[in-house]
């Protein structure tokens, strides 16, 4: 049986090669950029107001005097392309991100401008700062700059980037195509009546909906009963379309877990099978040329944290990021905490401004801790217990 880091090792050293394709911006949400953004053009490529407000130049020599008065000449609008030539003790009343005038060196917020009359305005000394609410000349990058690394994903804040330098469509990274699949004669579909030894199938919700979250496309295949045959050849069938096979149940030994024997008939070959871990022990991992298939325990919590530990780092591999696990601090326990040594433990957890709570319910068959946490608490194999305030490490949910 591996450790924990020892199979995230054999996860991480599989060979993967994801392929890349031209996408429309609009459309990319949750790419990766297959290569490195450069700017096409300087950003701004004009001298920009900052404020609503007037632009003028610093009458030289200054004077101690209180206040300048200036003659307006007239107004520039956002979007304007005229040249304004400024006349000497002249003003121009500018919004935000117009065209600055060449022989404007201090723009001052409307609000703190008296206005004499509607031809001349008065501004205090203590606002005559050079250069005052003037974005300079490709302040935000300079063309050739580069935007996003390779191996970056896309997010709302770097596509409107990319947008306002007219970047309309770049190279990415192709997503793998995810199955999932369910196992078990005791699995009831939602909408229908339940009978004494049934449950509701929610594993297959719970995968879709966090796939979703990471914008990771999956097929649904309907739930198996625990029939060796069918197994076999619904994994066969998944096989054909999935790049990443994740099947629920089945992975322990029991006389009714057919998983690991089906999967050997589609000739996937075992990479690893059992964990020390707390939930999810009997998790599998094989391959079969460049696909892979995840077996996860049918206990609910431990198919989530079997994703978050083990599937996820994967997908993100396979969909080109260069950061490939969830997001890892280290934080006090709000409350002390005993564990079984052996094996490592991954409970939900719950942020607060004193460090990270424990919720109840971390049985692998409850959902109720991992229905408020936003991290999952990882306690070290060979330990035994920790005090309050002791910190351990921390893994952020996607939100």
Not at 106 to 126: A, N
Not at 178 to 190: F, N, Q, R
Not at 300 to 315: E, G, I, K
Request: charged share 20%; aromatic share 8%.
């Amino acid at each position: 049986m591996l450790s924990v880091s020892e199979a995230l090792l054999h996860i991480q050293h599989v060979a993967v090669s994801p392929e890349t394709q031209t996408m429309l911006l609009k459309h990319a949400l949750g790419f990766v950029v297959a290569e490195d953004i450069r700017a096409p053009i300087n950003f701004p490529d004009v001298r920009q107001s900052a404020v609503d407000g007037y632009g003028f130049t610093i009458p030289l020599p200054r004077t101690p005097q209180q206040a300048h008065t200036f003659t307006l000449q007239g107004i520039i609008q956002a979007g304007s392309t005229q040249d304004v030539i400024l006349k000497p003790q002249h003003s121009v009343r500018i919004f935000t991100g117009a065209k600055v005038p060449d022989a404007v060196n201090c723009i001052v917020m409307q609000e703190y401008v008296m206005k004499e009359s509607d031809e001349r305005i008065t501004i205090p000394q203590e606002y005559l700062i050079e250069l005052a609410n003037i974005r300079p000349i490709a302040s935000q990058c300079k063309q050739g700059d580069v935007l996003l690394r390779k191996g970056v994903m896309l997010t709302p804040g770097a596509m409107a980037l990319l947008a306002s330098v007219g970047i309309h469509e770049m190279n990415v990274f192709k997503k793998p195509r995810v199955g999932i699949m369910a196992t078990g004669k005791e699995l009831i579909a939602l909408g229908n009546a339940i009978l004494p030894g049934q449950v509701y199938e929610s594993n297959t919700l719970s995968l879709s909906a966090a796939l979703q979250q990471i914008h990771i496309p999956f097929t649904l295949f309907s739930t198996v009963d625990d029939n060796l045959e069918s197994l076999s050849q619904q994994i066969n069938v998944a096989l054909q379309q999935c790049d990443v096979l994740l099947i629920t149940g089945g992975v322990s030994v029991g006389d009714y877990d057919f998983v690991l024997e089906a999967c050997t008939k589609n000739k996937v070959e075992q990479v690893f099978h059992k964990v020390k871990q707390r939930p999810g022990k009997p998790l599998y991992f094989g391959k079969k040329d460049s696909q892979f298939v995840f077996g996860l325990p049918g206990n609910p919590a431990s198919v989530l944290s079997c994703f978050y530990m083990f599937v996820y780092p994967m997908l993100m591999r396979m969909s080109g990021n260069t950061a490939t696990g969830l997001t890892a601090l280290q934080l006090p326990l709000v409350e002390a905490v005993k564990k079984k040594a052996g094996l490592t433990f991954f409970l939900r957890g719950k942020l607060s401004e004193h460090g990270v709570q424990i919720p109840s319910g971390q049985e692998s068959y409850k959902m109720t801790a991992f229905a408020e946490a936003d991290c999952i608490i990882s306690l070290e194999e060979n330990r035994e217990a920790y005090q309050a305030g002791e910190f351990v490490k921390v893994y952020l949910l996607p939100s």
